[in-house]
T-cell receptor, first 115, second 109 residues
Framework: DTGVSQDPRHKITKRGQNVTFRCDPI?????LYWYRQTLGQGPEFLTY????????KSRLLSDRFSAERPKGSFSTLEIQRTEQGDSAMYLC?????????????FGEGSWLTVV | TQLLEQSPQFLSIQEGENLTVYCNSS?????LQWYRQEPGEGPVLLVT?????EVKKLKRLTFQFGDARKDSSLHITAAQPGDTGLYLC?????????FGKGTRLHILP
């Protein structure tokens, strides 16, 4: 399968713990995006990378959140000192800049439940 | 303020009926995409429209991009229970896509 893959698919953690999600984009896609989705809402933009550079961060991304893409391939999203309000599905997506219609492809998401 | 407004938010209709879902904005987008999402899964791309006035067909689904590239519609002909799901429109702007809240569609057998 050559789509966007995310790991883990599900994570249950206690409030105050740190969690890390990994995303492997489609091969040769130079852009990688993170979104967050809560029940009843569409996905909300968090941040995106072009190669290894983080080009934009949403105001939704508090200082407890950090994303990296060290070699311009896979990316990690870490949440420190988790809160119950962090419970959501975290979606990763990738695209090729200049591709037809700026199409962005999503992974299956990582569900986070903070108890 | 939601940049992309989708209507209706919920729609439940009988199998075989036709339906239209709308996606509206006051902003211009360089392209607009429609996704379908199943519970617990990521959005799956259905179509990308790029040119104002463009119409694309995907079997029983017809997508249209407004002439001014501010709005779009999705029309489903003879809806099937397998069409049930969350339909999301998303506009490409400033190097990222912005989503509407989605239309939750339920087709009754």
């Amino acid at each position: 399968d050559t789509g966007v893959s995310q790991d883990p698919r599900h994570k249950i953690t206690k409030r105050g713990q740190n969690v890390t999600f990994r995303c492997d984009p489609i091969s040769e896609h130079n852009r990688l995006y993170w979104y967050r989705q809560t029940l009843g809402q569409g996905p909300e933009f968090l941040t995106y990378f072009q190669n290894e550079a983080q080009l934009e961060k949403s105001r939704l991304l508090s200082d407890r959140f950090s994303a990296e893409r060290p070699k311009g391939s896979f990316s990690t999203l870490e949440i420190q000192r988790t809160e119950q309000g962090d419970s959501a599905m975290y979606l990763c997506a990738s695209s090729h800049q200049g591709g037809s219609g700026n199409t962005i492809y999503f992974g299956e998401g990582s569900w986070l439940t903070v108890v | 303020t939601q940049l992309l407004e989708q209507s209706p938010q919920f729609l439940s209709i009988q199998e075989g009926e036709n339906l239209t879902v709308y996606c509206n904005s006051s902003s211009v987008f360089s392209s607009l995409q429609w996704y379908r999402q199943e519970p617990g899964e990521g959005p799956v791309l259905l179509v990308t429209v790029v040119t104002g006035g463009e119409v694309k067909k995907l079997k029983r689904l017809t997508f249209q991009f407004g002439d001014a590239r501010k709005d779009s519609s999705l029309h489903i002909t003879a809806a099937q229970p397998g069409d049930t799901g969350l339909y999301l429109c998303a506009g490409y702007r400033d190097d990222k896509i912005i989503f509407g809240k989605g239309t939750r569609l339920h087709i009754l057998p």
